[in-house]
Nanobody, 123 residues
Framework: QVPLVESGGGLVQAGGSLRLSCAASGRTFSNYAMGWFRQAPGKEREFVAAINWSGSSTYYADSVKGRFTISRDNAKNTVYLQILNLKPEDAAVYYC????????????????WGQGTQVTVSS
């Protein structure tokens, strides 16, 4: 098991920025690749970004390239998602996920999930 807890969501004006965090429990965090997904009301869970075990490789959905940055600190068992220039269409519940395989972009392929953190964007 890899318990995951997201934080950092909130209400932000369009054009603003946020940094989401996802803290993992346990001593095996560095064995897992991590991903961020988001889900807006009435929509499917959408892949946003992924990072490999060491943080040396990242991958982004085309829709967020240039504005989103995924990173991790294995000493703190935490993965981050920095979001710049927030847009109304970024509003969603953001989830982090863990799996031992890197570059998974389909939600059902991840074994472990957090409970999500809400991001609301005001225009």
């Amino acid at each position: 098991q890899v318990p995951l807890v997201e934080s950092g969501g909130g209400l932000v004006q369009a054009g603003g920025s946020l940094r989401l965090s996802c803290a993992a429990s346990g001593r095996t965090f560095s064995n897992y690749a991590m991903g961020w997904f988001r889900q807006a009301p009435g929509k499917e869970r959408e892949f946003v970004a992924a990072i490999n075990w060491s943080g040396s490789s990242t991958y982004y959905a085309d829709s967020v390239k240039g504005r989103f940055t995924i990173s991790r600190d294995n000493a703190k068992n935490t993965v981050y998602l920095q979001i710049l220039n927030l847009k109304p269409e970024d509003a969603a519940v953001y989830y982090c996920a863990a799996d031992q395989i890197f570059l998974l972009t389909v939600a059902r392929d991840y074994h472990y999930w957090g409970q999500g953190t809400q991001v609301t964007v005001s225009s």
